[in-house]
Nanobody, 119 residues
């Protein structure tokens, strides 16, 4: 069973930075897409950023130019570098990964990590 474990959340002042990490229990090369989603209190979960095999990235308009998604295959980890944080970035951030094995596509979620942007 695949496990995704997020870390790196916390409390930061507006304008500050955080780097989230998502460590997979196995090789991330088996996933054809990985990403970060977030869910603010009382709101639906929304896509933040994705990266597909080959390195193409996609970002929500609200985070373009401020957030960067990347992977380190040697550490089986996907990162989300978040700069110029705003109070509206406050949410629980979830790591997501999707792969196909024997033609069966499966998605996996981490447990989430809280990011709070406040002065």
């Amino acid at each position: 069973q695949v496990q995704l474990v997020e870390s790196g959340g916390g409390l930061v002042q507006p304008g500050g930075s955080l780097r989230l990490s998502c460590a997979a229990s196995g090789s991330i090369s088996s996933f054809y897409t990985m990403g970060w989603y977030r869910q603010a209190q009382g709101k639906q979960r929304e896509l933040v950023a994705t990266i597909v095999r080959g390195g193409t990235t996609n970002y929500a308009d609200s985070v373009k130019g401020r957030f960067t998604i990347s992977t380190d295959n040697t550490k089986n980890t996907v990162y989300l570098q978040m700069n110029s944080l705003k109070p509206e970035d406050t949410a629980v951030y979830y790591c997501y990964a999707r792969r196909a094995v024997a033609g069966i596509h499966s998605g996996y979620w981490g447990q989430g990590t809280q990011v709070t942007v406040s002065s």
